[in-house]
Nanobody, 125 residues
Framework: QVQLVESGGGVVQTGGSLRLSCTASRRAFGNYAMGWFRQAPGKGREFVAT????????SYASFAKGRFTISRDNAKATGYLQINYLTPEDTGVYFC??????????????????WGQGTQVTVST
């Protein structure tokens, strides 16, 4: 099974930017849809963005439109999430996940397996 490892999180000031990476252990990752989810302190996990395996179709949560960009480099078996104009409300653990049974993008976390361990994003005021 593909294993996923996120990186790129950290502490950033309000208004700053981060690019999160999700590196897969196998190039088969390129055939799978991928998604990013996040979990704020004391809250449940929520959908952020998804991108199909063909790198064509993408979809974003309402709060993510305009500031977040999902992308992938299948040759490197790596996915990315660019976040601009960060606010304290973006603080949380960010997870990447793959839909290993399909290349179709989707927003339901129940359809995703495997998951990475998450990377912490903290936005200071």
């Amino acid at each position: 099974q593909v294993q996923l490892v996120e990186s790129g999180g950290g502490v950033v000031q309000t208004g700053g930017s981060l690019r999160l990476s999700c590196t897969a252990s196998r190039r088969a990752f390129g055939n799978y849809a991928m998604g990013w989810f996040r979990q704020a302190p004391g809250k449940g996990r929520e959908f952020v963005a998804t991108l199909g395996g063909a790198n064509v179709f993408s979809s974003y949560a309402s709060f993510a439109k305009g500031r977040f960009t999902i992308s992938r480099d299948n040759a490197k078996a790596t996915g990315y999430l660019q976040i601009n104009y960060l606010t304290p409300e973006d603080t949380g653990v960010y997870f990447c996940a793959a839909r290993s049974r399909t290349g179709r993008a989707g927003s339901s976390e129940d359809d995703y397996d495997p998951w990475g361990q998450g990377t912490q994003v903290t936005v200071s005021t």
